[in-house]
């Protein structure tokens, strides 16, 4: 019963940073497990990084992790994906999700936002 839209996405540079949110309604998001997951054209859909219920573990890609960080604020309702020193394969739609386990297959989370578009030039 949570609605979740992203936004924050756009064009930057190769080396660049952009802060993604994901401002949700309708449901609490202190019952969820959040997540960011991306797609780029012609690809599946991947898991980028989740955060726990109360925001006390944190996971991230293998391709991602120490560049990106995800982060939480349950009294606000919103969840962040700030990407640091971005490099042109992280150009994708971003997609915000909530589920109810701390896992990554996107099949195991309940909501979708609707994307926001990241493209990174060279």
């Known amino acids: 019963q949570v609605q979740l839209v992203e936004s924050g996405g756009g064009l930057v540079q190769a080396g660049g940073s952009l802060r993604l949110s994901c401002a949700a309604s309708g449901s609490p998001i202190s019952n969820y497990v959040m997540a960011w997951f991306r797609q780029a054209p012609g690809k599946e859909r991947e898991f980028v990084a989740h955060i726990n219920w109360r925001a006390t573990a944190t996971y991230y890609a293998g391709s991602v992790r120490g560049r990106f960080a995800i982060s939480r604020d349950n009294a606000k309702n919103t969840v962040y994906l700030q990407m640091n020193s971005l490099k042109p394969e992280d150009t994708a739609v971003y997609y915000c999700?909530?589920?109810?386990?701390?896992?990554?297959?996107?099949?195991?989370?309940?909501?979708w936002g609707q994307g926001t578009q990241v493209t990174v030039s060279s």
């Open positions: 999700a909530a589920g109810r386990l701390y896992l990554v297959a996107p099949n195991l989370y309940d909501y």
